[in-house]
């Protein structure tokens, strides 16, 4: 897995490898969701509706770059 993946996205490919998941947030998605996240007013929310094992949600936590 790609080393310069945020830590929480990380883990979750790992975990999504390990249990044969292979449909997990695709980086450049995952880049774009960071990005938006960023955007959200200090405050405000954001509605994840996950269907893997986590790396969408670590990619909307993770701060962007």
Do not use: K
């Not at 997990?24 to 405050?43: F, I, N, T, Y």
Request: aromatic share 4%.
């Amino acid at each position: 897995m790609n080393a310069d993946l945020p830590e929480l996205v990380r883990v979750a490919h790992e975990r999504a490898e390990a249990a044969g998941f292979d449909y997990s947030c695709d980086p450049d998605v995952g880049r774009l969701l960071a990005v938006l996240a960023a955007q959200v007013p200090e405050g405000g929310r954001i509605l994840e509706m996950g269907t893997g094992l986590g790396a969408g949600v670590g990619w909307l936590v993770s701060p962007s770059t």
